[in-house]
């Protein structure tokens, strides 16, 4: 069979590659199609050709995988958000392991490394403690909705559909997020349709309402909402904050964060507070940690919990050792790190993030934590204390080559990287691979229903 673009094929899907997209091989030559379980007889249109690969939208499926499960969710099958809802919960954690083992023998050239079985989620809905939504004009239609005619094209609040920009779907119910999320998300919803101002247009640059942003507390089970203009109208939003915190006690923050940035993103350039504090507090394990409607924090927190269970278990400190975290953030692990060891050194680029994590060190009473701001590989070669552990938790992206080549210079006697991104990971292994034997890795789930798998490597110096 030889694949050619637009036309349209019956092909079967026989595995589930890294990125979450069915793959299906017609006389060995790879195509992609997303949304597909393996098993499933799927009726294709070719969407794109390359000489090695090609990518395919599903039309229908002709006949179903007994793999196939029914999602939770009412927008499974068009939302990006969580799109393996349709596989079973320990069928996802054995591609996610997979997916780390094949990115380390082909994208890291590592063989015979220990890849432990995923640790999995706790819960698998109402896990989510961070939501962002966009607003939009004119809400995306769901098939369904096209088919009345009753139903307008009108305002709508909710997440995006896989690979646009401004087409957005009208979010009544995310399963992903604690309920009380989704009746705080509909009173937002009713109250602006109710205004006389008109949601952001990414295409004009214009309107007012630009994206609500919800953080749950686990610890405290207390929330922060964060409402998006692209203008200042205090009067307006002030209205919206009052109604929120009157109906829901559990509202503990609501703040009003203002740009006029054109780019999709909810980065603010002013924030006011309408109600409450500028933050919320949550616990992982014994420490309390503050976090502002910009912060970073781990989306999962009980996930979180053991994963940094696991970075304790493997940097295994007597209360001797000096620590080095970069990538540190809001310093959330050299503060789980602080008891056990001597001293913890954590280096970030981003100025508030060194903020927050020099007042999380005050919060809870740490005195042998410092946070360095500065980009790691202008910071790093001033350090006068050789680590004895290195904590590495990159962004997506992985390492910088540099920082790499710093670290090696360094040389800890331990290192244990932590990853949100397999193929990221293992090309850094494969970097370090000359002075480090990585021991083993152990994949934790911190996103169930999605691809993305975060993991763990223990590194010793050979």
């Known amino acids: 069979m030889t694949i050619q673009k637009r036309k349209t094929y019956e092909l079967e899907i026989i595995d589930l590659a890294y990125g979450g997209k069915g793959l299906a091989k017609p006389d060995g030559f790879p195509v992609f199609i997303d949304r597909c379980v393996p098993g499933d007889l799927v009726f294709v249109k070719i969407t794109r050709k390359k000489k090695s690969w090609a990518e395919g939208k599903m039309i229908n499926i002709v ?14 099958n068009f939302c990006g958000g969580c799109k393996w809802q349709q596989i079973g919960y320990d069928i ?82 995310c399963e992903i997020m604690p309920d009380l999320g989704n009746k705080i998300l509909d009173d937002v919803r009713q109250f602006i349709k109710g205004s006389t101002l008109l949601a952001y247009d990414l295409k004009t640059h214009e309107g007012f309402w630009r994206f609500l942003m919800l953080r749950h507390s686990k610890a405290f089970d ?65 420490f309390e940690f503050k976090i502002s409607a910009n912060s970073f924090f781990q989306t999962n927190t009980g996930s979180c919990e053991k994963l940094y269970s696991k970075v304790s278990e493997y940097a295994a400190l007597t209360g001797n050792e000096i620590v080095i975290d970069l990538y540190s953030g809001t310093g959330t692990i050299p503060i789980w790190l602080s008891d056990q060891a001597k ?108 691809y993305h798998i975060e993991s763990i490597a223990l590194l010793i110096k050979k």
Not at 63 to 73: D, Y
Not at 152 to 169: A, E, R, S, W, Y
Not at 405 to 426: D, F, M, R, W
């Open 343 to 450: 001293m913890v050194y954590g280096i970030e680029i981003v100025k508030s993030a060194v903020i927050d994590a020099r007042q999380n060190a005050l919060l809870n009473g740490i005195e042998n934590c410092e946070f360095l701001e500065g980009d790691i590989k202008d910071v790093l070669p001033g350090l006068k204390q050789k680590p004895d552990v290195m904590i590495i938790d990159p962004p997506r992206v992985g390492m910088h080559k540099d920082v790499v080549q710093q670290v090696l210079l360094i040389g800890p006697e331990k290192i244990v990287y932590v990853s949100c991104n397999p193929a990221t990971l293992a090309r850094d292994l494969e970097m370090l691979a000359p002075k480090y034997e990585v021991r083993e890795i152990q994949p934790i789930d911190m996103f169930p229903h999605t």
């Open 63 to 76: 006949r179903p995988s007994a793999l196939r499960n029914q999602g939770k969710c009412l927008y499974n």
């Open 92 to 173: 996802q954690l054995e591609y996610k392991k997979r997916h780390v083992i094949e990115s380390i023998e082909h994208i890291g050239r590592l063989k015979d490394i220990r890849v432990n079985d995923v640790i999995p989620s706790d819960k698998i809905y109402e896990y989510r403690n961070k939501m962002e939504f966009s607003c939009a004009l004119k809400r995306w239609l769901l098939p369904w909705e096209l088919e009345n005619e009753d139903i307008k094209k009108d305002f709508g609040i909710g997440l995006h559909v896989p690979g646009t920009f401004d087409k957005v779907i009208d979010i009544q119910q």
């Open 222 to 286: 207390t929330w922060m909402v964060n409402i998006v203009t692209r203008v200042k109208n205090i009067e307006v939003v002030q209205d919206l904050a009052d109604l929120l915190a009157k109906k829901h006690p559990q509202v503990k923050s609501i703040l009003n964060n203002i740009t006029d940035s054109k780019s999709g993103v909810s980065i603010d350039k002013e924030e006011i507070i309408l109600y409450g504090e500028d933050h919320i507090k949550e616990k992982l394990g014994k």
